[in-house]
């Protein structure tokens, strides 16, 4: 509570601006920070879930009837707070932090909520001094609500009626504001936010007439439902009809469009913010990204290409965490090696999103120096989920823990210039940005000092741990202590950098899924 009260004290009281997170003000142009102004401009009612939600098994009716209105309570909202902090819980033997809220099951439930809610961004808190405006589904890939963790195993079914109904809800919002794209992508993602949950899509809003397909024709079915004529014309979000049938992972229907001469190399147009993607996005791209492994499978006995966007089919498995989809692409000659536009490998890629089991399958596929292991750990520590696991791992690959990032020597020469460019920006604008910080402190720069301007406090201690230096400089002569001082962080920590990694020790040990921590009564 500490947290979020000195949080609301900033915002009420002071003057700036919420920043927006580094993958959204990369993917996401028309995103804008959040003026505390906006806040102060009226009297402020705050809903808390875990306050507004009766816990007690007693009152089951009265939180059934809860649960079914957090979804209305979320869309009322005009600010979503998802409060993060790093905390150790030595009595429960785990570390809480923003890695594990987005693997609870409810937690998940609220931020589909809020994602697919007419106010879509959301405002990630990792401490009083961690405050980010989150607009785009990529920023960290969390997953779906039936594959998340519940204390409560029957809680999961719970959901599904209620997940059932953000979706229709979504859908008619999205139908409403006359924005078939959105309604496109949100009917063809429902087997994506339905998977874990047992119970039927939302059927298609658009009514039958006498037009309507047959039943045994899934392509023309699929193409009616959604308002698309022509497999071989794109919409005006730039997608094709294949593009929306890989979203669904609907095997048959893709079978159908590609026996109508549907071309599986055709890529997207124009690039799709809120999902995260870049233009130029293959069918294949977007099957292997959603763990749509079956349909992938088809689409490469069609003989999609495996490379040829701004980042390579791998680089998406990497992204989402798809070990199997990993496989077959390798299977199928796909590069395991293959760079992004910015220099990074898929096994770099999958280090910063956290996907252990992406890393484990590229491991064997291709051998990583001990720069790449490096440049990984690096990554992951800026990255979304920076735990103390992912760092022994890394390390003992033989990762390099006080590795430091040279950006001529680890990236692509588009990447130099995209630091350049947001580093000047850095200097010369009236307000820096979480990503104009990262770029500008980005050469010379550790892992350690990664993990403290990101809030990866699980990470830091991780490090520390491990032994990470302390006194080594960035290429803007700044020590882990700068990027420490002012910051609000936790007090093993704050030990850490003093110089005794007693507590961080003691934390990292704690965040092991092997560890174990005394704890005296």
Known sequence: MRVLQDVLARLLYRRGSVSLDWVTESNVPGARAVS?????????????????????ASCSNEQSEAISSIPAYVAKCRFFFALCSTIACAVYGKVLSAA?????????????ARELSAHDSWILVRSSTSVQVVGTAVSSVCGSVGEGAFTVAGDRQKLAPVMKSILAKKLQLSLKAGDLPAYRRHFCLQTVHMRGLEIEPVPGLIPDNETTPPEDDPASIFLYQTGLEDVKKKDAAGFWPLHYAALSGNRRVVEGLLAQHADPNRRTAKQEPKLGFPPWMSVLDLAIFYKHNDVARLLISARAHLEGGVF???QWAAFSNNAEGLSLLQAAGGNPRAQNIFGASPFETAAVYGGREALEELLPQAQHSPLELGRALHGAMGGFT????????????????NFQRDVCRDNSSFCWWFVAAQSLKHRVGRTSSALTSI????????????????AQHEGAAALIAAGARLDLRNGRNWTVADFAREQDIPSFLRQGLEGDPTECR???????????VEVLF
């Open 36 to 56: 505390h102004e906006e806040f102060q401009a009226r009297p402020l009612l705050i809903w808390y879930d875990h306050f507004s939600v009766p816990q007690a």
């Open 506 to 516: 003691r934390v990292a040990a704690l965040a092991l899924p092997d560890g174990y």
């Open 386 to 401: 920076a735990s103390a696991e992912l760092v022994k791992r890394l390390i003992s690959l033989r990762a390099e823990v």
């Open 312 to 314: 390579p089919s791998m």
């Open 100 to 112: 594990s809220w987005n693997t609870r099951g409810w937690c998940r439930l609220e931020r589909a």
């Open 439 to 454: 770029m500008y402190h980005f050469h010379g720069q550790t892992p350690l000092a990664a993990a403290l301007q990101a």
